[in-house]
């Protein structure tokens, strides 16, 4: 870049005068159809509400399809995360099995491996989430849709500024032959969460 | 696609790192989601590779805090974005100067 600073801001200009000349560059920037008014919509709602479960899923996939590093994930998560360039949390990861399900949630506020999975859902924030899914997890889990047998052992882990917890889900049967990164696609939030299990492909689609 | 967050943008770390709490972005204003969007969907748009606007971000919070500025994050963020427009050509800072006048005489009245 130049060096030169010549617009002035040696000085807080006031608020106003901020949004009056960002006002002025869309209103240019749209004159110019150098962008859409639409389009900054769409980024910013896209921004705020969900910066994606991508990473995680991708954690998720390769403890799928490497069993050793599926040990090293469970053993040690926040080692294992820092293993894929994920990192700035600690993190324990909890495995589900026919016979465990395991659930996430903060009881105190909304602690959430946001690095991860992106921005935590308004649910999760709410307070009948973060009381319900400790007194009565059962009946919260299959509001969301998953209806565990009463064999199925439910463990509750709840969130902390310093413990951040992230579900290894299930891999669903039937996707033996799919590779890491189709595996990762079927990943949810919610799985990882807990409130979801990872459906196949073909009911994923549906 | 302008729906899918990308990492590169979300996850940018140090100084440049976007103001979030709890993981959530933070606007403190209306003009600071619109300047964000603009840079944003423009680069989704390929007018710029993101890294470059990021560059420009960095100097200019280096710049700031050397000089030992308040001004807010948005506020070098849009210095820096106008910085970028004028070095692509895409942007004239006399017209930007001018455009701003006519809103604040009320000249102009687009809502964003």
Same mark, same amino acid.
């Given at each position: 870049?130049?060096?030169?600073?010549?617009?002035?801001?040696?000085?807080?200009?006031?608020?106003?005068?901020?949004?009056?000349? $960002?006002?002025?560059?869309?209103?240019?920037?749209?004159?110019?159809?150098?962008?859409?008014?639409?389009?900054?919509?769409?980024? $910013?709602?896209?921004?705020?509400?969900?910066?994606?479960?991508?990473?995680?899923?991708?954690?998720?996939?390769?403890?799928?399809?490497?069993?050793?590093?599926?040990?090293?994930?469970?053993?040690?998560?926040?080692?294992?995360?820092?293993?894929?360039?994920?990192?700035?949390?600690?993190?324990?990861?909890?495995?589900?099995?026919?016979?465990?399900?395991?659930?996430?949630?903060?009881?105190?506020?909304?602690?959430?491996?946001?690095?991860?999975?992106?921005?935590?859902?308004?649910?999760?924030?709410?307070?009948?989430?973060?009381?319900?899914?400790?007194?009565?997890?059962?009946?919260?889990?299959?509001?969301?849709?998953?209806?565990?047998?009463?064999?199925?052992?439910?463990?509750?882990?709840?969130?902390?500024?310093?413990?951040?917890?992230? $579900?290894?889900?299930?891999?669903?049967?039937?996707?033996?032959?799919?590779?890491?990164?189709?595996?990762?696609?079927?990943?949810?939030?919610?799985?990882?969460?807990?409130?979801?299990?990872?459906?196949?492909?073909?009911?994923?689609?549906? | 696609?302008?729906?899918?967050?990308?990492?590169?943008?979300?996850?940018?770390?140090?100084?440049?790192?976007?103001?979030?709490?709890?993981?959530?972005?933070?606007?403190?204003?209306?003009?600071?989601?619109?300047?964000?969007?603009?840079?944003?969907?423009?680069?989704?748009?390929?007018?710029?590779?993101?890294?470059?606007?990021?560059?420009?971000?960095?100097?200019?919070?280096?710049?700031?805090?050397?000089?030992?500025?308040?001004?807010?994050?948005?506020?070098?963020?849009?210095?820096?974005?106008?910085?970028?427009?004028?070095?692509?050509?895409?942007?004239?800072?006399?017209?930007?100067?001018?455009?701003?006048?006519?809103?604040?005489?009320?000249?102009?009245?687009?809502?964003?």
């Amino acid at each position: 870049m130049s060096g030169t600073h010549e617009h002035g801001h040696h000085h807080r200009e006031p608020e106003s005068v901020l949004s009056l000349r $960002v006002r002025a560059l869309e209103s240019l920037l749209v004159e110019k159809k150098l962008v859409s008014s639409e389009a900054v919509d769409r980024v $910013v709602a896209a921004y705020e509400q969900d910066i994606g479960p991508h990473n995680g899923a991708k954690v998720v996939a390769r403890a799928w399809i490497d069993p050793a590093y599926r040990a090293r994930l469970l053993a040690d998560g926040t080692a294992a995360i820092e293993e894929l360039g994920f990192g700035g949390v600690d993190l324990q990861v909890v495995e589900n099995t026919p016979g465990v399900h395991n659930l996430v949630v903060c009881t105190l506020c909304s602690c959430y491996p946001h690095a991860l999975i992106g921005l935590p859902p308004v649910w999760y924030k709410s307070f009948e989430y973060r009381s319900r899914a400790v007194r009565e997890p059962r009946v919260v889990l299959r509001e969301f849709g998953v209806d565990l047998p009463e064999t199925t052992e439910i463990r509750i882990w709840d969130s902390s500024a310093e413990l951040r917890y992230l $579900v290894l889900p299930e891999r669903p049967a039937g996707t033996e032959r799919l590779a890491e990164a189709e595996l990762a696609k079927l990943v949810t939030r919610d799985a990882m969460i807990g409130v979801a299990v990872v459906k196949p492909p073909a009911a994923a689609a549906r | 696609m302008d729906a899918v967050p990308n990492r590169e943008i979300a996850d940018m770390k140090g100084a440049a790192a976007l103001p979030r709490k709890n993981g959530e972005l933070v606007f403190d204003e209306a003009w600071q989601g619109r300047i964000f969007g603009m840079t944003v969907a423009m680069s989704h748009d390929a007018c710029f590779a993101w890294r470059n606007f990021q560059s420009h971000l960095i100097d200019e919070i280096g710049h700031a805090e050397r000089g030992g500025e308040s001004t807010s994050y948005y506020e070098r963020w849009l210095h820096a974005f106008e910085q970028l427009l004028a070095d692509k050509g895409l942007l004239d800072a006399g017209a930007l100067d001018e455009r701003t006048r006519e809103f604040e005489s009320g000249r102009r009245d687009d809502v964003f």
